[in-house]
C-alpha cells in the first residue's frame, strides 16, 4: 500500500499562499492518480483537486479554480498543491490520497491517505 505523507501546511493571513506537498514511499508512485481533499470542523471531507498518474489531466472543486493549482514530480515521488488568494474559508485539514488507476474519477476510488497537514487562514 502506498504511503503518503503530507507537508506545508500552516497559519496565513487572507490573500496570501501556500504550498502543499505530498510525498509517497513507492517506486510505482506513477501508477497512481493523487488526490487532496480538505476537511473543515464540522463539516464533510470534501475533494479540492485531482492529479492523474502522468500530470496530464487535473480536476479541481469550483470554489477553489482559478487560486490552486496541482502539480507533480514523478521523479520525486510528490505531489503539490499550490494555494493562492487563500480565504478564511479554506481553513481545513488537507489530505492527499492515492487511487490505484491512472485517471481521476470525480474523488471516487481512492484507498491510501495521508495524515494530514492543517491549514489556517486568519488575519
Known amino acids: 500500500q502506498l504511503q503518503l505523507v503530507e507537508s506545508g501546511g500552516g497559519l496565513v493571513q487572507p490573500g496570501g499562499s501556500l504550498r502543499l506537498s505530498c510525498a509517497a514511499s513507492a517506486f510505482t508512485f506513477d501508477y497512481y492518480a493523487i488526490g487532496w481533499f480538505r476537511q473543515a470542523p464540522g463539516k464533510e471531507r470534501e475533494g479540492v483537486s485531482c492529479?492523474?498518474?502522468?500530470?496530464?489531466?487535473?480536476n479541481y472543486a469550483d470554489s477553489v479554480k482559478g487560486r490552486f493549482t496541482i502539480s507533480r514530480d514523478n521523479a520525486k515521488n510528490t505531489v503539490y498543491l499550490q494555494m493562492n488568494s487563500l480565504k478564511p474559508e479554506d481553513t481545513a485539514v488537507y489530505y492527499c490520497?492515492?487511487?490505484?488507476?491512472?485517471?481521476?474519477?470525480?474523488?471516487?476510488?481512492?484507498?491510501?491517505w495521508g495524515q494530514g497537514t492543517q491549514v489556517t487562514v486568519s488575519s
Open positions: 492529479i492523474s498518474s502522468n500530470g496530464g489531466s487535473t
Open positions: 490520497a492515492a487511487r490505484e488507476y491512472s485517471y481521476c474519477s470525480g474523488y471516487r476510488g481512492f484507498g491510501s
